[in-house]
């Protein structure tokens, strides 16, 4: 932004509906007060704007329609309690044209300043996922926002599975800055998948090979949720409310976000974002696809069968790291472990990296990229595990009793407990880990959501290798934390 931007000054008196507000512009936040009792200031900061123009008399296309010059609208996002947004407007009047005019003007050329907000998005629609109702959600929540942002959308039906993975990775999208999808995981996965195999294409890389470093896409992604769990948005923005993920787009703020490859002996599987879970996890997603009909409650009906068959899995896991030990710092906006790796390279060859195996019988192996918190979990799987730090948390859970199993399930559920003192269960930092199983009886890899048939894999974490619009999730209040002595 220049200097003369940052400097300017606006202040006058306006009026909305019957009260005089006295409005403020300075050092990008607008502030406004009214005259009379009972007063009350608010004060907004000018990357919170969505839009401002002159109020149109008649709707239709904004380029046949008549405004007023002596009204104009601010419209913008408001936080509405603790890392829920929603949209908010006000209409101010003025009997001078000059006055409306220069404060349109001004504000208006703020905004252009914010080069990162997104101008032409190709979006996705899944219109299988979740309850099925994609479609609807972008029409009511979606649409109407990015008409008042002036965002041209040009929206695409998935007509079945990996047909979005098979556009972003052979069409041309030199008219988008940005891509966006309203679905749940398994649709965020077939965007990423789909743009970071699209750029190995563009630069001659052959992403099978697993040592190589992936390329970073250049197009940043935005995530309406529209599926079943929603765990990459949910632990991204700290909620799954629609609105707000619309907002976040708009805004263009964005985050680095950790990807993992996953290969078998000779090619990559695919990439994910959240957790790759052999054994529970990746049975109840093998089982609950067929049962698709039942909607996100299959999910609960899998897992109560799953957990009481109680199987274990054994295998050897190989875990590569610079230090093992998971420190208790959890991820929120402005997270300093994720900026400063900003423009960290991640080099493998290392030498302070070390190997370390861990054997046995287990109920469940899972690697995080994220703490995968979800409405079910609101802490997640690895509640420590940060957005773009360059490291997954693999959670090893050994074959136990099925009481002690109720306890993991019993804590994940709960917003403040974590499970890493559990004596079954380890929790490691690992920047990439090996897994082969030796039983002849094999699980199956749930790969954010989706089923993968090879046991035997290698996954590495490619730090940052994807832009996502968000700005974190907020520090909680933790004054109401429940006591150790209700831990189950
Ligand atoms: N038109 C379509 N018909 C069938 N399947 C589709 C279609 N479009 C996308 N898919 C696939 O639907 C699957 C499920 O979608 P998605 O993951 O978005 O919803 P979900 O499983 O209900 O949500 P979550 O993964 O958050 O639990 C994905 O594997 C995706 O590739």
């Not at 403020?24 to 200031?41: G, L, S, T």
Request: one cysteine or more.
């Amino acid at each position: 932004m220049s200097d003369d931007l940052q400097n300017s000054v606006l202040l006058s008196t306006f009026y909305s509906r019957r009260k005089r507000y006295r409005l403020y512009f300075h050092r990008n936040q607008i502030v406004w007060d009214n005259e009379k009792p009972p007063y009350a200031q608010h004060t907004l900061p000018i990357e919170n704007v969505i839009a401002v123009g002159y109020k149109y008399l008649d709707s239709g296309p904004a380029e046949d329609r008549c405004y007023d010059p002596h009204y104009f609208t601010i419209h913008y996002a408001e936080k509405k309690e603790i890392n829920l947004w929603c949209y908010n407007s006000l209409t101010l009047r003025h009997s001078d044209t000059y006055q409306v005019s220069s404060w349109v003007k001004t504000l208006q050329n703020h905004l252009q300043s914010f080069c990162k907000r997104p101008k032409k998005l190709l979006l996705f629609v899944n219109p299988y996922g979740g309850k099925r109702k994609a479609m609807k959600v972008f029409e009511k929540y979606g649409k109407p926002l990015f008409n008042i942002a002036g965002v041209d959308v040009s929206v695409i039906v998935s007509q079945r599975q990996n047909q979005i993975r098979d556009i972003l990775i052979h069409h041309n999208l030199d008219m988008f800055d940005s891509v966006a999808c309203v679905g749940g995981d398994g649709t965020v996965s077939e965007l990423f998948n789909g743009l970071v195999i699209r750029e190995c294409k563009l630069q001659g890389i052959n992403p099978d090979e697993s040592k190589q470093s992936l390329p970073k896409p250049t197009l940043p992604i935005g995530i309406i949720p529209g599926g079943s769990t929603d765990t990459i948005v949910y632990s991204l923005h700290g909620t799954t409310d629609i609105t707000t993920a619309v907002l976040h787009i708009i805004l263009g703020d964005s985050l680095g976000l950790d990807l993992v490859s996953v290969h078998d002996e000779d090619r990559l599987l695919r990439l994910f974002a959240s957790a790759l879970s052999y054994g529970y996890l990746g049975d109840v997603a093998y089982n609950s696809e067929s049962l698709r009909w039942m909607g996100p409650s299959r999910y609960d009906y899998c897992g109560f069968k799953k957990i009481m068959a109680n199987r274990g899995y054994k295998g050897e896991i190989a875990i590569l790291s610079d230090g093992l030990q998971v420190d208790q710092l959890k991820c929120y906006e402005k997270c300093e472990k994720c900026i400063s790796k900003q423009f960290d390279n991640h080099n493998l060859n290392k030498s302070e990296n070390e190997w370390k195996t861990v054997q046995g019988k287990f109920f469940m192996v899972s690697a995080a990229n994220i703490s995968c918190a979800c409405k079910r979990s609101p802490s997640g799987i690895a509640p420590y595990c940060h957005i773009g730090d360059g490291y997954l948390h693999l959670i090893v859970i050994h074959h136990t009793s099925l009481f002690n199993n109720l306890r993991i399930l019993s804590r994940y559920a709960k917003s403040t407990y974590t499970i890493d003192d559990l004596p079954f269960i380890e929790v490691y930092r690992a920047k990439e880990i090996c897994f082969r199983a030796i039983d002849t009886t094999k699980s199956r890899w749930n790969c954010d959501g989706e089923v993968q048939h090879q046991s035997d894999i290698r996954a590495r974490v490619h730090c940052q290798l994807l832009t996502v619009f968000s700005r974190g999730s907020s520090i909680p209040d933790e004054s109401n934390k429940s006591c150790n002595f209700c831990k189950f």
